[in-house]
């Protein structure tokens, strides 16, 4: 079974730009989670994807949004670059957590952004 | 900010020794789960211990959770070098605005001397 998979692996972007990453979950999950693990900074929750919604956002600009689509993949974009946006971010996908199973998340490599 | 706070920030022993890690929150939770990640790749799930236990294993590993005391362990047994890596705990908040938000704490350097 596939696991989760994310594009591109690096990306390097200056300041001002626009990023899209992407996600694709484990077969049969429903939910997806975005995190940006910044250095000094630990992981920390971006984003919640359910049947297309958006369900839960962390303490995160609007300039972080992104979207689900049918298939359950999502995208992460990020507008208006800034250099403390260098992080890497990672996509989780778990069994739907609407159904209120509070199951473990399975996380895939991630995509290393560097804002110079 | 963190609701985990592991301890200790760092742990080097040598290879067949256990390794402790500790792990403290602050609200309550749904479930605990722990997760390992290598040289800043993707996490590795290792175990999930909702808040109506006390103890669960998986092979080498062994997380207990005293839901009293807001805290969890995690132990290695026969550590091996290939377990060196960064361990974090993450919590699952019981409901209201972080439904959802599972919350991970800054996490432990274990370094295991072959």
């Known amino acids: 079974e596939a696991g989760v998979t994310q594009s591109p692996t690096h990306l390097i972007k200056t300041r001002g730009q626009q990023v899209t990453l992407r996600c694709s979950p484990i077969?049969?999950?429903?939910?997806v989670y975005w995190y940006q693990q910044a250095l000094g900074l630990g992981l920390q929750f971006l984003l919640w994807?359910?049947?297309?919604?958006?369900?839960n956002r962390g303490n995160f600009p609007p300039r972080f949004s992104g979207r689900q689509f049918p298939n359950y993949s999502s995208e992460l974009n990020v507008n208006a670059l800034e250099l403390e946006d260098s992080a890497l971010y990672l996509c989780?996908?778990?069994?739907?957590?609407?159904?209120?199973?509070?199951?473990?998340?399975?996380f895939g490599p991630g995509t290393r952004l560097t804002v110079l | 900010s963190q609701q985990g706070e592991e301890d200790p920030q760092a742990l080097s022993i040598q290879e067949g020794e256990n390794a402790t890690m500790n792990c403290s929150y602050k609200t309550s939770i749904n479930n605990l789960q722990w997760y390992r990640q290598n040289s800043g790749r993707g996490l590795v799930h290792l175990i999930l211990i909702r808040s109506n236990e006390r103890e669960k294993h998986s092979g080498r590993l062994r997380v207990t959770l005293d839901t009293s005391k807001k805290s969890s362990s995690l132990l290695i047994t026969a550590s091996r070098a290939a377990d060196t890596a960064s361990y974090f705990c993450?919590?699952?908040?019981?409901?209201?605005?972080?439904?959802?938000?599972?919350?991970f704490g800054q996490g432990t350097i274990l370094t295991v001397h072959p």
């Open positions: 077969s049969g999950h429903t939910s």
């Open positions: 989780a996908s778990s069994s739907s957590l609407i159904t209120g199973n509070y199951n473990e998340q399975f």
């Open positions: 994807y359910d049947e297309g919604e958006e369900r």
């Open positions: 993450a919590t699952y908040p019981s409901g209201g605005t972080s439904y959802g938000k599972l919350t």
